[in-house]
């Protein structure tokens, strides 16, 4: 049998996806709150672009490692007494705009669930947001697998990725430890846009130095920030045509265990990305005076003989890779950097799983 699966992050868009018998277990629906954690994740080759934004599909791949140190979790009850769906982000309620997008995520779940039951939803992250990090990826990570699992569907991994990337791109990529590729994929109704893991965490163990700047800048956000990008950047083109080439050579670095690879290809995806980002009208600037400055350390760092390197996301911190064995000498002489406001510290994290259960 095949399932009817509403595939859209705002709107009501029918599609039919093919997924295994689909099971609706009335015995969770109102009783149980099911829990999820999923951790964050930070890009190595970039994703910025996408090719449908009804389906949330991707313009370009990416390849991410994900982060044990930074993770949500999220509970979903579907209760029948309740009128509409109800979120506490932090145990605090939510904007109206924040549960409006969880809303219509859920709206996904319940369509394919065959329910029209609302949900309390209560979403913890165990990092500071204000600080400016991400937590998209994992929160929408956490949320697909807790509320389908709530709404009583079994889905697969895949199945999984391709319901949390329309939630956010990122998220897609959150449902797996260790090493991630994100597929673009090439169809039109996104059903082949998932993300599947390359290599579990222990297979090169590496570290993340999250450098947490004291500018905390308000920014223009992925999603918005993206679209103008592919609207009026003139490197969009190109930034779409040579993503291809940088998966490869990222594949290879992954392959290889080479350090050195990794850190060339990791930065110039980053710089890459930004430029796109800086090139588009009004041009998109992410970074902070001491964004820059940290850069520059870091390639300092590496160029008197430290295998260490540098990504930056969608905002000022600067993101700081390196093998286990350098991380607390560098963490010790960011410490006294004057522009940084302290520091997080992540080995790569595991794949995203039920809790209790
Ligand atoms: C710069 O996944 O937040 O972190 O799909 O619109 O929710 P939406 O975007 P999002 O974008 C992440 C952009 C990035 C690069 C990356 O994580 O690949």
């Not at 490197?235 to 050579?249: G, Q």
């Amino acid at each position: 049998m095949r399932a009817c699966f509403l595939i859209s992050r705002y709107s009501f868009i029918y599609f039919f996806i093919s997924l295994p018998m689909l099971q609706i277990n009335d015995v969770n629906m109102g009783i149980t709150m099911i829990k999820a954690r999923a951790h964050s994740n930070i890009a190595l080759v970039k994703y910025w672009g996408k090719k449908n934004i009804a389906l949330n599909t991707p313009a370009v791949g990416s390849i991410s490692l994900c982060l044990e140190a930074l993770y949500t979790e999220t509970g979903v009850l579907f209760d029948p007494l309740l009128e509409k769906d109800e979120l506490l982000l932090n145990g605090r309620p939510a904007t109206e705009k924040e549960r409006s997008r969880v809303s219509s995520f859920l709206d996904i779940i319940r369509r394919e669930a065959g329910s029209r039951q609302a949900a309390r939803v209560e979403s913890v992250n165990n990092f500071p947001t204000a600080a400016g990090l991400a937590s998209s990826a994992s929160a929408f990570a956490a949320l697909a697998l807790a509320a389908s699992r709530a709404a009583g569907l079994e889905l697969s991994g895949q199945e999984l990725s391709i319901l949390a990337r329309m939630g956010s791109g990122s998220a897609a990529r959150s449902l797996f430890g260790g090493f991630v590729e994100m597929h673009r994929g090439r169809r039109e109704d996104g059903r082949d846009a998932w993300a599947e893991p390359l290599y579990p965490a222990d297979y090169w163990p590496l570290q993340v130095i999250i450098a947490i700047t004291s500018e905390v800048q308000k920014k223009t956000g992925s999603t918005d920030g993206m679209e103008l990008s592919r609207r009026t950047s003139p490197y969009y083109r190109a930034w779409v045509d040579s993503s291809e080439d940088d998966l490869a050579a990222m594949r290879a670095a992954l392959a290889e265990k080479d350090f050195q690879k990794l850190a060339e290809v990791s930065e110039f995806s980053c710089l890459k990305m930004h430029a796109l980002a800086m090139a588009s009208n009004p041009g998109l600037i992410y970074w902070s005076a001491a964004t820059l400055e940290l850069l520059h350390w870091v390639r300092t760092l590496r160029e008197q003989g430290t295998p260490v390197f540098f990504t930056i996301d969608a905002g000022p911190q600067l993101k700081i890779i390196c093998p286990p064995s350098y991380s607390s000498a560098i963490v010790d002489q960011l410490s006294g950097h004057p522009a940084v406001e302290r520091t997080i510290v992540s080995a790569l994290g595991p794949d995203a799983r039920v809790l209790g259960a």
